[in-house]
Every structure is written in structure tokens, then in C-alpha cells.
């Protein structure tokens, strides 16, 4: 293991990226690059994260911010169900915990929205504790280097990769092992075309040596895609839009809107279409999230009756900037700017 330690280091303090969370110890600038990104690539992570900091210095500053707020600095980034765990759980450190961060992986996982690779990147970079990470760049390193073929996704997998990932830490230095070998998978070892024949950890490397870099890892059956099929209806009246705040506790909880009606099946959404008379219907837009496909179309409807009810604001054009709105119908918005706005 020791040649293993020393070649993946070395290549990190050669080959990686300079990013500002790697220069910090301070527990709640980490957190916040990790939940970041979750599911964000790191160039479009990387602005976030400066605004997140520049705006809320400290946890008691995010603590403080309105949820409008941090909702609006995350817009773009999706997945919204992040900033609102966030927040959440900015607001317990401060009232509960002094405003201090906690210091060891037993305490950190119990904070809301953290699971256990997020525990423990947290404890091993700021206090360099021996919690080994494993992410999907870590899976995909430890089952070429050792050869593993129990599927990354199942549970016996789990258990094996996490075992191993522990095994092979380099307990004296956990946070550095943590960032090199993350950082390795996303650049050295990446999923397509990795260039194994100048690879430091080749020496090693069983899929290298058998030849099979592209059937690692492996995994079972992918999870099961739903379809959600969506319209939403753009009512204008007076220069205003109007706009629905979602209650539900669903992904969009506290986002803005245009109100929305769902349908099981592309049957009864034709259906409903074409039973009404719209100005514009727009062509299907299709939003992928991870467990769900939505199904989107944005008709502007002729129909101008006041509409009351308590989740419903008229907003105007100016206004619309200043409410967090889901990223499909944000960037529906950006193209299609003067045909809502204008007609
Ligand atoms: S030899 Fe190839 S597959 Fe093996 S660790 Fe290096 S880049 Fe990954």
C-alpha cells in the first residue's frame, strides 16, 4: 500500500485543481462546497460557492438570511431540496449548537441533509479525521485498481467498497488521501477513455492489467425513471404575471411558478390541451432529474378572469428576477422572454 499512498499523492500535489474550499479548514465553507456539489459539476459549483461565501461569511450569517434569500442565491443550481436543508440546518447550529460547527463524523451525520460520504469528507478536511470518502469517482478508482466486480450499486457492494476504502487509508494523513483519491477519479480516472498507459497507479491496477477498464464498475439494473406530465399556464393581465408559490413538500417546496396542472399519462395531458384555446402552446420541453422525467409545455392562456387564491401573487416583469423558480421554467423564461412578456 505504501507505493499506492505515495503515487496518488504525489500526482494530487502535481496534477490538481486549485479550488478555494481546498484552502480552508473552516468546517462550514467545506460543508458548504460539498453540498454544492452534489450533483453540480465543479466549474459551475465554483461561482456559487464564492456568492454563497461572500454573502453569508459565517454560519450565523446564512443563519440569519431569509429562506427567499437562499433560495434565490441557489437559483440555477437545482435541486433546491439542498439550499433548504441548508438553511435548515444553519438555523439548528446557530440556536442549538452555539453556532458551532461540530468537530468529529458521529455528530455531523446527525445534522439534517448529510449523509455519509458528506460526514466524512467534512471530518477528514477540517479535522482530519480517519473516515474514509467514497463517492462515485472513489467506486469507480477502488473497483479498477482492485478489480472488484460486486455491483457499485447494491448493498453488498456498498459494504465491500466502504470496507475497502477504509482499509486502504492512509490513516495518517485521511483528509489529504481523501482529496487525492477523489481528485484522481474525477481526472486521472475518469469513466470514458482514462489514459491508463501514463497512470501512476497502472503498476497496480487489475482492469489495466485484464484489460477491462470499460467494464468497471459494474452496476445493476438502473433505477426505475418516472414520467410526470406538466402544463404550465402563463396568465397575463395589466402589464402583471401571475405567479404560484408551491406548499407542497415535494422538490420545489417554496418555489415560484406558473400554475400548474399535472397529468399521469400524455393521454389525459393531449387530452386537456385540446379541449382549450391557448394563444401559444410551446413544444414539449422534456426536464431530467434523477428518478423523474418531467414532461413540460408553457401554453399563455386567453382567458383573463382575476384568479384568487392565497398561494397566487400578480408579479410584474421587473419583479420576476427577485422569486426562486425551477430551473425549466426559468430557462423558458430566458428564451422566450418576449413572447411572454410582449404579447
Ligand atoms: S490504469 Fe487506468 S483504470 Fe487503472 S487506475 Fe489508472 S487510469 Fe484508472
Redesign the pocket.
Known sequence: MEQFHFNLVRWYEEKKRNLPWRETKNPYLIWLSEIILQQTRVDQGLKYFISFKTNFPTIQDLAKASEMEVLNLWKGLGYYSRARNLHGTAIYIAENLNGKFPDNYDDIIKLKGIGSYTAAAISSFAFNEAKAVLDGNVY??LS??FGISTPINSTQGKKEFQALADEILDKANPGTHNQAIME?GAM???PIN???EN????FM?V??SEKK?KQ?PIKIGETKISNKYFVFTIIKENGKILLEKRTDSGIWKNLYQFPLTEFESLDEKSAFLNNRAYDFISNEIKHILSHQHLHCTFVISREKAQIHHPNYSWVSVKEIDEFPIPRVIERFIEENHLLIFNT
Not at 199 to 202: G, S
Open positions: 469507480r478508482v479498477r485498481v484522481f486521472q480516472c475518469v482514462p489514459n491508463c497512470c501512476p497507479l497502472n491496477c482492469a489495466f477498464v468497471f
